[in-house]
């Protein structure tokens, strides 16, 4: 009998929470992986041959590249390349030490100075990775006397963060705030701490949370509020500030900002941007900050160069913004809902995971890398492709993608 790892953690019987958080077990996900695993399906783990763009070397096969998340195209810009190398140069390729210790480097400073002025924050960490820096975060911060109250599709990343730090959990609908309304006011009052948790862009449905309301609504009940930006930051905003920005939001009255830098950045990496008192806390209490390696001094220079760029390339968000709009529109023409989807993410649904498995399969024959989404990143019978819109793309590009979507998906229900 396999552990069930979420028996018992999660009280909500939400219908919308993803199959993740409602209680997956082992068991169901292997037998769920067990199609993908036919080798006439199993388009995953594929081994790039050179950089991620809009169009990828695949074994030495070129294709349309429909669900890389490298929005801006940083990954292969030349100024970050080159801020990448110069910091191999000057650092060589690792810290030899965690950044408590002996693993900081001036460019760690420079970029958590840099994210902490971008959130207007007193303080940033960086980790590793985004999805380390959540769990960091909600494990030092939060505890068994704390409340955290979900979106019901937060990352994975965030539900293993309060797993380890044993806070109890509520889940409010998807962006319902009137929910997340009652939920709080039904919230243990006697929680030492209750922290709203949500995400700048929705990595799998790609639509924008009423950021304005939600902090609105946390601020009335004395709550605190988490936002992890890993598929905003770069992806959305004039300037690619990411959901501050594209909603209008002051970013001082998010208390913690979370994200990733392997996105919109191009690099690899992860941060949270804070108030002061609390990056002093965390640079002692989150332990990956002391048990686990510095970030490395390339991807640190990396992520720095591309935010830069951000600001220097204008041209790159408007073909970001221009080719999700294609993006989206052609999905649609193919007969797809995309839901609320008002980034360069956008959900290709077809329901159980089969079919999205062999829609990719059928996509990649016709030269276009799409990869499926399946239960538990996504709930059961909302399995789907989940494109990308990126700024290398061309609208040719685009075309082909939706060109050879329309011609191998089958007819939505
Ligand atoms: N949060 C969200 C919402 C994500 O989608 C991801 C990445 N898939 C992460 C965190 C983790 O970021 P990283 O890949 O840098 O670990």
């Avoid at 292997?30 to 074994?59: F, I, K």
């Avoid at 609390?278 to 002692?284: E, T, Y």
């Avoid at 399946?374 to 685009?398: M, N, S, Y």
């Amino acid at each position: 009998m396999l552990h069930d790892p979420f028996d018992g953690l999660f009280d909500s019987e939400d219908p919308d929470a993803s199959g993740l958080i409602a209680g997956a077990t082992a068991e169901r996900w292997m037998q769920t992986v067990g199609w993908g695993r036919r080798a006439d399906l199993y388009t995953y783990s594929q081994p790039l041959a050179g950089p991620p763009g809009a169009r990828a070397d695949v074994g030495g096969r070129e294709v349309v590249s429909a669900s890389s998340y490298d929005y801006l195209g940083l990954a292969s810009h030349p100024d970050v390349i080159s801020a990448a190398a110069d910091a191999v140069q000057r650092f060589g390729v690792g810290t030899g030490g965690v950044r408590l210790l002996t693993g900081t480097c001036d460019l760690h400073r420079e970029l958590e100075a840099t994210l902490a002025a971008h959130y207007s924050q007193g303080a940033a960490l960086a980790f590793s990775s985004g999805y380390l820096a959540n769990v960091a975060v909600l494990a030092a911060l939060l505890g068994p006397d704390d409340v955290a109250v979900l979106d019901a599709r937060c990352h994975r990343s965030i539900v293993d963060g309060c797993r380890l730090a044993r806070v109890p959990v509520r889940l409010w609908r998807h962006n319902d705030v009137e929910h997340l309304d009652r939920v709080l006011s039904e919230a243990a009052p006697e929680a030492r701490k209750t922290l709203v948790v949500t995400e700048g862009v929705f990595s799998m449905d790609g639509d924008l949370g009423p950021l304005a309301e939600i902090v609105e609504t946390a601020e009335r009940h004395g709550a605190y509020v988490m936002v992890d930006e890993a598929h905003a930051l770069g992806a959305v905003g004039a300037r690619g500030e990411g959901s501050w920005g594209a909603l209008g939001v002051d970013p001082s009255r998010v208390h913690l900002w979370t994200g990733s830098l392997s996105k919109g950045l191009g690099a690899s990496g992860g941060f949270v941007a804070c108030g002061a008192d609390v990056g002093a806390f965390l640079q002692h209490g989150a332990a990956p900050f002391f048990f686990s390696q510095a970030l490395a001094p390339a991807s640190t220079a990396a992520a720095l160069a591309s935010l830069g760029v951000m600001q220097r390339e204008p041209e790159r968000h408007a073909a970001l913004r221009r080719n999700a709009d294609l993006l989206r529109e052609g999905v649609q023409a193919a007969g797809f809902d995309v839901g609320a989807s008002a980034s360069p993410i956008v959900p290709v649904v077809v329901g159980d995971d089969e079919a999205a498995y062999r829609l990719a399969r059928d996509l990649w024959e016709h030269g276009v890398w799409a990869t499926a989404v399946v239960f538990p990143a996504v709930a059961r019978g909302a399995a789907r492709l989940r494109l990308c819109a990126t700024a290398l793309h061309t609208p040719e590009d685009i075309d082909a993608i939706c060109a050879a979507l329309a011609a191998c998906a089958p007819v939505p229900a």
